[in-house]
């Protein structure tokens, strides 16, 4: 149905006044969110800042300390259920199954999502198609390679047909090929099925090829928000790397806590 004239559309996600505390420490600090349906936005910033905080509290893992968020008009805090029915996640660490095929890891998650009995093994064939793994299917998960892994990570999550992905730093510890393949992955989720596509990366270069509009988070706030090109003409820059340090006042931290610092160095060793 399209809106009324002269009322703008809500936002497929939206927040007002997010935050989340721990024990004193705010890692979210009060922002401020309207992501468009169809669109692959990214939150973007160097670990730490709070992306993955605020994926958490977006797919429901953490309920927020203040403030509201609605995925697909439905309140995380108030419907979290209802969220979860309309979302797909794929986290930063390895979720798929390495005892278990390809085919067998996608019906599962068929099940976990109530997909239709009848339906769930030619789902689960035609998602292995899509993301260029139907040779592999029958196949143990142990032999793929990190980008099969992802690819399979990506599958299962939209094998519900979700409204709204998330993809918490999708190519974490990738080599350039296999990155490039997940994001033809993303891309042709967005064009083929209209999911929206919400992502977070500290990747400045895999925003810029994927996303519509980028959001830049440091120390917990969000610092910029727009179009990768306009917020780089409004820098008067020439990369997003620049744009980050414009809106951050020339300081990248790259380091986050030590548990996030094991978390993504464990990632990258499993998906090697």
């Not at 935050?19 to 936005?41: H, P, Q």
């Not at 196949?139 to 990570?153: D, I, K, Q």
Request: proline content about 4%.
């Amino acid at each position: 149905m399209e809106p009324a004239s002269g009322v703008e559309a809500l936002g497929i996600v939206r927040t007002e006044g997010l935050t989340r505390k721990f024990n004193g420490f705010t890692a979210v600090d009060s922002i401020e969110l309207d992501i468009r349906e169809g669109e692959v936005f990214g939150l973007l910033g160097p670990n730490g800042a709070g992306k993955t905080t605020t994926i958490k509290m977006l797919t429901t893992l953490l309920p927020p300390t203040s403030g509201k968020a609605t995925v697909d008009g439905r309140d995380v805090r108030a419907r979290p259920a209802q969220v979860r029915q309309v979302i797909g996640y794929v986290p930063q660490m390895l979720s798929a199954d390495a005892t278990l095929t390809g085919y067998e890891n996608l019906l599962i998650f068929a099940k976990l999502h109530d997909v239709p009995r009848r339906e769930a093994g030619m789902r689960a064939r035609q998602a292995l198609g899509d993301m260029g793994l139907s040779e592999f299917g029958d196949r143990l998960v142990r032999t793929y390679s990190g980008g099969m892994v992802r690819r399979l990570e990506i599958a299962q999550s939209a094998l519900h047909r979700p409204r709204v992905l998330f993809l918490d730093e999708p190519t974490i510890g990738l080599d350039p090929l296999a990155r490039r393949a997940v994001w033809e992955m993303v891309r042709r989720l967005r064009e083929e099925h209209g999911t929206t596509i919400f992502l977070t990366t500290h990747l400045m270069d895999e925003a810029d090829a994927l996303c519509d509009r980028v959001g830049i988070m440091h120390r917990s706030h969000l610092v910029a928000l727009g179009e990768p090109a306009r917020l780089k003409e409004e820098a008067g820059v020439a990369t997003l790397d620049e744009v980050f340090i414009h809106h951050t006042g020339g300081t990248i931290e790259t380091g986050g806590s030590i548990r996030e610092i094991q978390r993504e160095r464990m990632t990258a060793r499993r998906l090697g």
